[in-house]
């Protein structure tokens, strides 16, 4: 008789712990979701390019940066 109210009691957490839950997000179309996943690539490069260009240590170097860093900027102001 122990062993059937433990179960109980086990099938009633889970349950609970079911209705605890976050709300899931909201669903997002392939477009959608195409989009949020290349703005976080952007964002992960353009983080690697100001750090480099903070590393820099020759100019012409750091003017390429800076090149890719205002094409990243744009990429990502059109999204």
Known sequence: MA????SKS???QIASAG???APSRPVLS???LERQSRKAGLILSRTRIVRDIENAKD???RVVLQRALD???AQIEGL
């Not at 062993?3 to 433990?6: L, Q, S, V, Y």
């Open 19 to 21: 209705e605890r839950k």
């Open 10 to 12: 086990v099938e009633d």
């Open 30 to 32: 392939a477009d959608a």
């Open 71 to 73: 094409y990243i900027d």
């Open 59 to 61: 100019d012409r170097h």
């Open 3 to 6: 062993r059937g109210w433990e």
